[in-house]
Nanobody, 126 residues
Framework: VQLQASGGGSVQTGGSLRLSCAAS????????IGWFRRFPGRERERVGC????????YYADSVKGRFTISTDNAKNAVYLQMTTLQPEDTGVYYC????????????????????WGQGTLVTVSS
């Protein structure tokens, strides 16, 4: 199973986008789903994650209050709602799955996530 992120695009500063994460070839059979982003020339950054059992969500300080992660079990999808976007949010966004346990108090490191798929590009212009 690979997780595919979609919904990226170009917006102006202050705009909003909603990204979707869906599983190709199976269900979202993970303990948690994480969202990550990679900026040009920089290392991958953890955006946030959500547990699939009780839907607890955790966010990086840089997006807290602006981004929201949610799940739709009926559609087998996870969403990343992004508001008040800034140019520094520009990057490729990925989703990935976590199976090693149930995150408590925060997101596990990206290296513990699996089933990475192709990301989706988000461009925020000033």
């Amino acid at each position: 199973v690979q997780l595919q992120a979609s919904g990226g695009g170009s917006v102006q500063t202050g705009g909003s986008l909603r990204l979707s994460c869906a599983a190709s070839g199976g269900a979202l059979d993970f303990r948690a789903i994480g969202w990550f982003r990679r900026f040009p020339g920089r290392e991958r950054e953890r955006v946030g994650c959500i547990t699939t059992r009780d839907r607890s969500s955790y966010y990086a300080d840089s997006v807290k209050g602006r981004f929201t992660i949610s799940t739709d079990n009926a559609k087998n999808a996870v969403y990343l709602q992004m508001t008040t976007l800034q140019p520094e949010d520009t990057g490729v966004y990925y989703c990935a799955g976590y199976r090693l346990g149930i995150p408590i108090g925060g997101c596990p490191p990206g290296s513990d996530f699996t089933s990475w798929g192709q990301g989706t590009l988000v461009t925020v212009s000033s």
